[in-house]
C-alpha cells in the first residue's frame, strides 16, 4: 500500500461511527494490521495503533482477542518501543543548553514514548471494562509486553541522570510525564489482574505465566525501591495479593527466595531511611514540616513490609526451609540499629516510640508464626560466637521475645525449642547473653512494666533479662523441667561470672516460686556436687555460692534433714560446709554446727600440724580454715572462749613456719596465708607481741616479692582492721615501720582495683588507729598524699563522657571475647575423658570473628601510640606479632593449596564440655 493511499484510508477512518466500524471490521482489520507491520514512521506508527487500540479492539470478541489482535499487535509494538529508547538514550548523550535542535529531537522522541504509554494503557483498560472474568489465555501475549515495557520505562526514568548527562532539567517535564504514564499504565495492569481468572484448571502455560508475570514485577520492585513510596507499595502489594490468590496452583513454582530477599531488603531499606530522617531531625531539632511527614510515611511504609512479610511466611512457610537464616538476619539487622542498641544512632523518644509501635509491633507476629517451624529453631539456636559485635544484643533480644511467647505455645513446640541440635533454647540464651559485656557494663536499660498498670520504666539488661528469664521458669511444663535444670547449672559453671550469677538468680527464684522439697532436693544434689568434686577449681567456688544462697530458702525442718546428711563433724564433709553462711540457719541449730565445725577443723589442722607438714597436703587444711571462717563469721565475739582460744592457738602454730618466699612460690600456700589473714581480722585485739611481730615482718618480705593480686588484697583487709589494735611498745620500732612501708607499697600499685581498696583500707585505719603518727608516714609522696587527701574528700576525678565510655567498652568487648575462647579451651581441656563427637570445622563467621579480633587490637595499638610513648618491650612484641601472622599466612596459603590438590579427610573428633557430664 503506498503512502498516498495509506493516508486516505486513515482520514477516512477518522470519520467513522461505533456501528461502522463494527461492521466493516472483518475487512478493515487485517488492511491496518498490515499498515503497522509495514510502517517505519515513528508517528505514523503510533496513530495506527490509536486507530486499531481505540476504534476496533473493541468489536473483537473476548475469546478472539489474542489470536487476532494481541500476538499480531504487541510485538511490533515492543520492537518500535526499543528502538525508540535506543535513538533517545544515542540522542541524550550530546544533549546540551545551546544545540536546540538536538533537545528538539530528544523531546519529540519522549513525547513519542507519552503516546506509546498512553495508548497502551487505553489498551488495557479497555479488558477492564469487561464484565466478566477474563482468562489468561485470551491475553497472554499482553502482561509480558506491558511489563517490558514498564520495566525498561522505570529503568530509564531511574537512571535518567547519567542517561542525560547533568541536562535533566531541559527534559524534565516530559519525562515526569513519562513517569506518571507508566505509573498509570502499571496500575491499569494490576487491576486487570484482578479479574483474570487462574483456577484448578488452567493450563501449565497459565501457570507459567502467572509465576513469569509475580517475577517480573519483583523486578521491577528493584528498580522502583528508592523512587516513589507509594508505587513502591502498590508494587509489592500486587505481588503478595497475587501469590496468596493463587497460593495453590503456584506455591511450587514460584522463586520464593528471590520474593523473601526481596521484601528483607526493601524492609531494611526502609528502615534505615527511617532511622536516618529521625536522626537528621534529631540533629536539626525539626519536630514538625515536611520531614516529619516523610519520616511518618516512611514508618508506615516499614509496616506495610513487615505485615506483608507475615502473610507470605504465613503461607509459604514450608518453602522457606533454606531461607530462615535471611529473617533471623532482618531481626538481628533492625534491632541492632534500633535503640538501645550501642550501634544506633541518636533519635527522639519520640521518633523511637513511633517507630516501635508503628513498625516492629507489627513485625513482633513474624516471629510467633516461626516458633514452630524447626529450620528457624536451627537457625536461631546455633552457635552465636561469630556474630559481629553489634549483633550480640540483638540475639539476646530476639531469644527474650522469643522466651515470652513459648509459654504459649503447645508442649511439642516447647520441647523443639528446649531440645535444640547444638544447643538448648535457654543454653543458647546464657550464650548470647555472655556476648553483650559492653552492654552489661554500660549498662543498657530496656522499658519494662514493673508493676500491674504502672506504666514502663527503664531497668537495666541484666535485670530485664533476670525478670523475663523468672517469668518463663514460672510458666515451664513440668515436662521440660529436666532441660530448665540442666540449662541453670551449665550456665552456673560456664566461665562468665555474669552469665553465672544471672542463673543464679534464676535458680534462687525458682527455689522461692517452687515448692520447699524442690529448694531442699536441689541443694542436696550442690551439696553432692562440691562434695564429689575432683579439683579445687572455680566451679566449686561458684556452686558453693549457690548452695550458699540457697541455704537460706529452705524451710527449717529442711535444714535440719540437710545438717543429718552433711555432719558437721565428719571431715568429709567440711568441703560442703565452707560454702555456706551459718546465718541461714535456726540460732539454736547454729550453735550447735558451728561447735562440731570448729571442733572438726580443728582436729584437721591438728593432724597436718603433728604430720610431715608436706605442701602438697595443705587442701584439706586450707578447706579446715575456710570452715574456721564460716564459724567465726556467725559467732563474732560470742564464740565460746575456749574454742577462741585454740583456734588463735593453731594460727598461731602457723605463723612460725610461714616463709615468704614459700609463700611466693607455693600456691596451696598463698590459700593458706590469704585465709589466716582474714582469721586474724576476727582475733585482732587478742594478738600478743609475738604474733603481730611475725605477721608484719611476713607480709613486708612478701611485698618485696611482688606477690599476686589475691594476697594483696586479703593484705589490704588485714590492714584495714589493724587500726583497732595497740601495737605493743616492745615491737612498735619493728612493727610500726613495716606497716607504714606496706600501706605505701600498696597505696602506689597501679592495678586499680589494688589502688581502690587501698585507698578504702587505709581510710578505714586512719580513722581508727590510735597510732595517729603512724599515718603521715604511710604517704611517703606527694602524688600518693593528694590521691589520699582527694579520696578522703570524695573529690570526683575526670569523668569520661558517653560517647568516650561506649567506644572504649566496644575495645574492651574485643578483650572479653577473647577471654572467653580461651575459657572455653581450658573448659574442654580439663576433667575426665568423655564422649566423644564429630568435630565441626570453623565456620566463615568465626574466621570472621577473629580476624575481626585481630583487627580491633591493631586498631586499640593505633590508639595508644597516639596518646604517648609506648613502653620498650612493645617494639620487640610486635615484631614477635609479626613474624606469627606472618607464619598464620603462610599456613593459610598451604592449606589452600592443598585443598585444590586434594579431597580435604574427615575432621578428628573432639571431646564434650565438661559440664555435659553432669546431667
Not at 519529540?108 to 489498551?123: F, P, R, Y
Not at 530522617?277 to 506495610?304: H, N, P, Y
Not at 561469630?386 to 531469644?399: I, T, V
Not at 615491737?731 to 605505701?744: D, E, G, K, N, T
Request: a negative charge.
Amino acid at each position: 500500500m503506498s503512502q498516498t493511499d495509506l493516508e486516505l484510508l486513515l482520514r477516512e477512518l477518522g470519520g467513522w461511527d461505533w456501528e461502522l466500524c463494527r461492521r466493516e471490521l472483518p475487512a478493515v482489520l487485517p488492511r491496518l494490521l498490515s499498515m503497522y507491520q509495514e510502517s517505519e514512521d515513528w508517528t505514523e506508527h503510533i496513530r495506527v495503533l490509536r486507530i486499531l487500540t481505540e476504534m476496533f479492539l473493541p468489536h473483537i470478541s473476548l475469546g478472539d482477542l489474542e489470536q487476532t489482535f494481541f500476538s499480531k499487535v504487541l510485538p511490533k509494538t515492543l520492537q518500535l518501543y526499543d528502538k525508540l529508547m535506543y535513538e533517545l538514550s544515542s540522542e541524550a548523550k550530546g544533549l546540551t543548553g545551546q544545540n536546540t535542535e538536538l533537545r528538539s529531537t530528544v523531546r519529540n522522541l519522549l513525547q513519542t514514548i507519552v503516546q506509546l504509554l498512553e495508548t497502551l494503557t487505553s489498551c488495557v483498560r479497555y479488558i477492564c471494562t469487561l464484565q466478566e472474568c477474563v482468562p489468561l489465555d485470551s491475553i497472554r501475549t499482553l502482561p509480558s509486553s506491558v511489563l517490558y515495557v514498564i520495566k525498561s520505562t522505570f529503568t530509564h526514568c531511574k537512571d535518567s541522570e547519567s542517561v542525560y548527562c547533568g541536562h535533566l532539567h531541559l527534559i524534565s517535564d516530559l519525562l515526569q510525564a513519562v513517569f506518571k504514564e507508566t505509573y498509570s499504565l502499571q496500575k491499569q495492569l494490576m487491576e486487570l489482574f484482578d479479574q483474570i481468572s487462574v483456577g484448578p484448571a488452567s493450563t501449565e502455560d497459565d501457570i507459567t505465566d502467572m509465576v513469569s508475570v509475580i517475577h517480573t514485577v519483583l523486578e521491577i520492585c528493584s528498580v522502583i525501591s528508592n523512587m516513589d513510596h507509594a508505587l513502591h507499595a502498590n508494587t509489592w502489594k500486587f505481588i503478595i495479593k497475587q501469590s496468596l490468590k493463587h497460593h495453590a496452583l503456584l506455591q511450587c513454582h514460584l522463586k520464593h527466595s528471590d520474593i523473601l530477599s526481596g521484601l528483607c531488603k526493601d524492609t531494611l531499606l526502609s528502615f534505615h531511611s527511617s532511622l536516618q530522617l529521625a536522626e537528621e531531625m534529631k540533629m536539626s531539632d525539626i519536630q514538625d514540616g515536611a520531614d516529619l511527614r516523610l519520616f511518618q510515611k516512611t514508618v508506615k511504609l516499614c509496616r506495610f513490609f513487615a505485615n506483608s512479610l507475615v502473610y507470605y511466611t504465613k503461607e509459604f512457610l514450608p518453602f522457606l526451609s533454606d531461607l530462615c537464616s535471611q529473617l533471623h538476619q532482618l531481626f538481628l539487622q533492625i534491632y541492632s540499629k534500633f535503640p538501645p542498641s550501642l550501634y544506633a544512632p541518636v533519635i527522639s523518644e519520640v521518633h523511637q516510640d513511633e517507630i516501635s509501635r508503628v513498625f516492629l509491633v507489627a513485625l513482633d507476629p513474624l516471629i510467633s508464626q516461626l516458633l514452630p517451624f524447626s529450620p528457624f529453631m536451627e537457625q536461631v539456636l546455633r552457635d552465636t560466637s561469630g556474630l559481629p559485635a553489634e549483633q550480640q544484643l540483638p540475639q539476646c533480644l530476639l531469644l527474650i521475645t522469643i522466651m515470652d511467647k513459648l509459654s504459649s505455645q503447645p508442649e511439642e513446640v516447647q520441647t523443639l525449642w528446649n531440645t535444640g541440635k547444638r544447643l538448648s533454647f535457654l543454653s543458647a540464651l546464657f550464650q548470647s547473653f555472655q556476648q553483650c559485656s559492653a552492654e552489661l557494663s554500660l549498662p543498657v536499660c530496656l522499658p519494662e512494666v514493673i508493676g500491674t498498670g504502672q506504666p514502663a520504666v527503664p531497668i537495666t539488661l541484666y535485670h530485664y533479662v533476670c525478670v523475663h528469664l523468672c517469668s518463663f521458669i514460672a510458666s515451664t511444663l513440668p515436662s521440660q523441667f529436666p532441660h530448665l535444670e540442666y540449662a541453670l547449672l551449665d550456665a552456673v559453671l560456664g566461665s562468665s561470672m555474669i552469665t553465672s550469677l544471672l542463673a543464679m538468680d534464676s535458680w534462687c527464684f525458682l527455689a522461692r516460686y517452687g515448692t520447699a522439697e524442690l529448694c531442699a532436693h536441689h541443694c542436696v544434689v550442690i551439696a553432692h556436687l562440691i562434695k564429689s568434686w575432683p579439683n579445687e577449681c572455680y566451679q566449686v567456688s561458684v556452686l558453693g555460692v549457690l548452695l550458699k544462697r540457697m541455704l537460706f530458702l529452705m524451710a527449717p525442718d529442711h535444714q535440719v534433714e540437710f545438717a543429718h546428711k552433711f555432719l558437721p563433724e565428719e571431715v568429709e564433709n567440711l568441703a560442703v560446709w565452707q560454702h555456706v553462711s551459718l546465718r541461714a540457719l535456726s540460732p539454736d541449730l547454729g550453735k550447735r554446727v558451728v561447735r562440731e565445725l570448729c571442733m572438726a577443723a580443728l582436729a584437721q589442722c591438728r593432724r597436718w600440724l603433728n604430720s610431715r607438714r608436706a605442701w602438697g597436703e595443705l587442701q584439706p587444711v586450707n578447706v579446715a580454715f575456710s570452715v574456721l571462717l564460716v564459724a567465726c563469721n556467725f559467732s563474732g565475739d560470742a564464740l565460746e572462749a575456749e574454742l577462741q582460744a585454740s583456734i588463735l592457738g593453731v594460727l598461731g602454730q602457723f605463723w612460725t613456719f610461714l616463709q615468704a618466699k614459700q609463700v611466693s612460690d607455693e600456691p596451696r600456700l598463698q590459700q593458706t596465708l590469704c585465709l589466716l589473714l582474714h582469721l586474724l581480722e576476727f582475733f585482732i585485739q587478742a594478738l600478743d607481741a609475738q604474733l603481730i611481730s611475725q605477721v608484719f615482718s611476713l607480709l613486708s618480705s612478701l611485698l618485696r616479692l611482688d606477690p599476686p593480686d589475691h594476697i594483696r588484697l586479703a593484705m589490704l583487709d588485714f590492714l584495714s582492721s589493724v587500726g583497732k589494735v595497740f601495737i605493743p611498745q616492745e615491737v612498735q620500732r619493728q612493727v610500726v615501720p613495716q606497716l607504714s612501708c606496706s600501706f605505701a607499697s600498696l597505696l602506689a600499685d597501679q592495678t586499680w582495683l589494688i589502688h581502690q581498696r587501698a585507698l578504702e583500707a587505709f581510710r578505714h585505719f586512719a580513722e581508727e588507729t590510735i597510732h595517729e603518727d603512724v599515718v603521715p608516714q604511710c604517704l611517703n609522696s606527694e602524688e600518693i598524699k593528694n590521691k589520699v587527701v582527694n579520696f578522703m574528700a570524695k573529690v570526683r576525678q575526670g569523668e569520661e563522657t558517653t560517647e568516650a565510655r561506649i567506644e572504649r567498652l566496644k575495645q574492651e568487648r574485643i578483650t572479653c571475647d577473647a577471654h572467653f575462647m580461651k575459657m572455653a579451651r581450658e573448659l574442654e581441656s580439663t576433667g575426665e575423658p568423655l564422649a566423644k563427637r564429630a568435630c565441626h570445622p570453623p565456620s566463615e563467621e568465626q574466621y570472621k570473628s577473629a580476624v575481626g579480633t585481630m583487627e580491633g587490637a591493631v586498631e586499640a595499638v593505633k590508639l595508644l601510640l597516639q596518646k604517648g610513648s609506648p613502653p620498650a618491650w612493645v617494639a620487640v612484641k610486635l615484631e614477635a606479632l609479626h613474624t606469627a601472622i606472618t607464619i598464620l599466612r603462610d599456613s593459610v596459603r598451604a592449606e589452600m593449596s592443598f585443598a585444590c590438590a586434594t579431597i580435604q579427610p574427615p575432621s578428628a573428633p573432639t571431646h564434650l564440655s565438661c559440664c555435659s557430664s553432669l546431667q
